[in-house]
């Protein structure tokens, strides 16, 4: 590996781990956990590619220092997702950036998820249609093997056949992947929840509808979400033994 590489790894090692303590530090466990194995691995690459022996006794160092907290905080998590008492509440501030739903929902979808149950009134508009097609596409991106995705929504009374014509579209594209999307309409829902059969349940306050519109087609965040800016909300996630199923 070339030295002139050393540098960039180095910082982003150091990127990752400082939101991994910072996570940590707010309490926000799962997610500090992902941070802590990703700059791990970082810290691991450059510890191969340097040659000077006392930066490796350093490197070393720190690499087992952040394995031990990984550890202590994966023991954490397994005890309290056991007890089924696991809970962590995400709080987006008003304009924040940083909260696609790769960000949002990646450190959830990992342990052998193949069914989501959606709930959220507001698959409705053009915009929240997209929304919701943004969230599958990142369930198929994601190391899970889901099969099977429930939609629950309400139906829009003034343009019916349009939510009804997307989301057969979704349908067939989806099924195209192997995956079902069974979709059923309410006209009293008013909950939003995410459940994952893996036992992770997430609550957002406005739903899958929590960015704000892009100032332009051709402005910085219109196509990656993790660069808009979102509306305030706030975000709860709890583990269960058994999710229920409806």
């Not at 008492?85 to 924040?96: C, L, M, R, V, W």
């Not at 995956?179 to 306050?205: A, M, P, Q």
């Not at 704000?212 to 909300?233: A, P, Q, V």
Request: hydrophobic share 30%.
């Amino acid at each position: 590996m070339a030295q002139n590489c050393l540098p960039g790894m180095e910082t982003s090692a150091v990127s990752v781990l400082k939101r991994a303590v910072e996570l940590d530090q707010s309490s926000r466990f799962q997610e500090s956990l992902v941070c802590y194995q990703e700059g791990i691995q970082l810290l691991l690459d450059v510890l191969k590619a340097i040659k000077d022996e006392s930066k490796k006794v350093h490197y070393r160092e720190k690499i087992k220092g952040y394995m031990d907290r990984a550890e202590q905080i994966k023991e954490h998590l397994n005890k309290v997702k056991e007890e089924g008492k696991y809970h962590e509440q995400i709080k987006i501030a008003d304009s924040a950036t940083g909260f696609s739903y790769e960000a949002l929902f990646k450190p959830y979808i990992r342990e052998g998820l193949t069914e989501v149950w959606v709930e959220d009134p507001y698959i409705r508009h053009v915009h929240q249609l997209y929304n919701f097609l943004r969230f599958c596409e990142m369930l198929l991106k994601a190391k899970c093997n889901v099969k099977k995705i429930n939609l629950l929504t309400s139906q829009d009374e003034e343009s019916s056949s349009q939510q009804e014509s997307a989301l057969a579209e979704i349908r067939q594209s989806l099924q195209s992947q192997d995956v079902c999307l069974d979709i059923k309409y309410s006209s009293t829902i008013h909950d939003r929840e995410i459940r994952f059969d893996n036992g992770w349940i997430i609550k957002i306050g406005r739903g899958l509808d929590y960015f704000k519109k892009s100032k332009g087609r051709f402005s910085i965040g219109y196509c990656d979400y993790d660069l808009r800016e979102c509306h305030e909300t706030t975000v709860d996630i709890f583990h269960t033994k058994h999710t229920k199923k409806t």
